[in-house]
Structures are given as structure tokens and as C-alpha cells.
């Protein structure tokens, strides 16, 4: 027969083991899953337009910000031109002495009209006061029009002088260089890019899941993500897609996260868990 202590002890037990199956936390278990982190895009940069590569502005691991002129390609030609159209763009002289001319015409109408009408000369040369004024008022619309036309030029040879650089088309980080100085760069699928650069803020994390869950992730949901790279960081990410087709052969589905990386202390590239709030089972471990 047990001793009285004994039988405390085991009454203790039992009680202790039954508040642990009333605990709320067990019947929110979190399942932990496989997931890969990886750049929310990764961007390979070219030449839109055959060129020198006169310079690389950046190196490797470098951060870049988004309109950040990374590369740039000689482009002498193409600036002389640009400043060549801007100058015909900012003449006004030719206008001027349309205006001026319009002025004397009007005036030297005026008074022969009013010779004419007093018979003090004839009809003729009233009119021909006032086609020296029409063809005036003429030069002067033809001169407006060239200055617009003139400003449109500036436009387009500044839009050529701008396909001479390479800009940087968001926040992120220089991931490789494979142009240098020297070579002759040229657009085309086959043709070698000057930069790879990556955005890293945000982070997407790849997720495989049974199909058993599929009914359990919903959009924005908040998922704890842990990677191997920092050891024993702990981070919130929430779920951005979720695959709408189940992979009939595996059973199972993708869902990918958003995870905020401001300080780019986390790298990308690592593998990592996601805890996913009230699933149960430990599928994916």
C-alpha cells in the first residue's frame, strides 16, 4: 500500500497533467515548415542602345538607391547634341523681330487707312499695308512654331543622352559587376548585362505546405519566420500569395511571405522556419 506521501505526489501529477490538456496554448500549436528566403526581385541590367562603357559607378555588395546612376556609357556625341537643341529651344530673337515687325506693320496700316479713307491716296497701297502686315503676323507664327519645335528636339536628344547611363530601377544591393570599362556593350537577350542588383526591403520567403493546411492561410496572415543567418533571430513576415493550384504529384502548395529588411540584417539565400499560428501537426519539420 502507498504511503500518504506517495499518494500526493501522484495526485499532483494527474491534476498538473489535466491543466496542461485545458491549456489554451496546446490548442494553438504551431507548426514549423521548411522555407527559403530570397530577394523580393532580382534585376540584370543592360544597354538599351549600343554603346562604350566608359565607366561603372558602383562594386559589389554596394547599396544602391532607386534613379541612382550605377553605369555610364561615352556619350559626347549625344550631349553636344542635347545642348545644340536646347539653345534653339531658349532663342528668342527670331520672335522678336517677328513682334517688332508686326508692330511697325500695324502701325504703318493704321495710317494709310486713314489716308485712304480721305482720299489722300489709293486703295492700293492700303492694301498692300495690310498684306506687309499679314505676312508679318505669318513670321511670327512660324517662329513660335520652330521654338516649340525646337523645345520638342531638346526633348528627345535629352531622352537618347539618358538611354547612354544605367540607372538603378529600386532600393536594393549591387549583387554582381559583369561589364567593365572598355567593352562595347549592346541590347539583346543574348548579350552580356553590365549589373545584377537585387532587392532586398523587402525579403520573400518561400513556403511548401501540405495541401491538408490549404484552408488554414489566409492573406496577411502574420507568420514567425526563423533563419539560419542571424543565429537566434526571431522575425514577423506575413503571408503575401497563396497558390491557388495544388501540385497534384507532391500534394502540396506555395504560399509566399513578405519580410521587412530595412537594415539588411537579414541575408537573403538562407533557409528558415515558418511558424504558422493555429495549425496543428508538425508536417514540414
Not at 143 to 149: D, H, L, M, S, V
Not at 155 to 174: A, C, E, K, M, W
Request: aromatic share 4%; hydrophobic share 45%.
Amino acid at each position: 500500500m502507498p504511503s500518504s506521501r506517495s499518494l500526493a505526489n501522484l495526485i499532483r501529477c494527474v491534476i498538473t497533467g489535466f491543466l496542461l490538456v485545458l491549456s489554451p496554448a496546446s490548442s494553438s500549436f504551431a507548426s514549423s515548415f521548411n522555407c527559403l528566403i530570397e530577394p523580393v526581385q532580382t534585376v540584370e541590367l543592360a544597354s538599351p542602345v549600343v554603346g562604350l562603357l566608359v565607366k561603372v559607378l558602383v562594386k559589389r555588395a554596394d547599396r544602391i538607391s532607386k534613379g541612382q546612376v550605377l553605369a555610364a556609357l561615352e556619350s559626347r556625341a549625344e550631349a553636344a547634341a542635347a545642348e545644340l537643341a536646347r539653345f534653339k529651344s531658349e532663342q528668342i530673337g527670331p520672335t522678336r523681330m517677328a513682334e517688332s515687325k508686326i508692330e511697325f506693320a500695324k502701325r504703318k496700316f493704321n495710317r494709310r487707312q486713314v489716308m485712304a479713307n480721305e482720299k489722300l491716296m489709293s486703295a492700293q497701297d492700303s492694301d498692300d499695308a495690310e498684306a506687309e502686315l499679314r505676312l508679318a503676323e505669318s513670321e511670327l507664327k512660324v517662329a513660335t512654331e520652330n521654338r516649340q519645335i525646337a523645345r520638342l528636339e531638346h526633348q528627345q536628344q535629352s531622352s537618347l543622352l539618358n538611354l547612354r547611363t544605367i540607372s538603378s530601377p529600386f532600393d536594393g544591393v549591387v549583387v554582381d559587376q559583369m561589364a567593365y570599362p572598355g567593352e562595347v556593350v549592346e541590347p539583346g537577350a543574348a548579350k552580356k548585362a553590365v549589373l545584377k542588383v537585387a532587392q532586398l526591403d523587402p525579403l520573400r520567403v518561400h513556403v511548401v505546405l501540405p495541401k491538408d493546411v490549404f484552408s488554414k492561410i489566409a492573406l496577411g496572415m502574420a507568420v514567425e519566420v526563423v533563419p539560419e543567418i542571424p543565429a537566434n533571430g526571431h522575425y514577423t513576415a506575413k503571408v503575401k500569395s497563396v497558390d491557388r493550384m495544388i501540385d497534384a504529384a507532391s500534394g502540396t502548395f506555395v504560399v509566399l511571405l513578405e519580410m521587412p529588411n530595412s537594415k539588411l540584417e537579414i541575408p537573403s539565400g538562407v533557409k528558415c522556419k515558418a511558424n504558422f499560428p493555429g495549425i496543428a501537426g508538425g508536417a514540414g519539420k
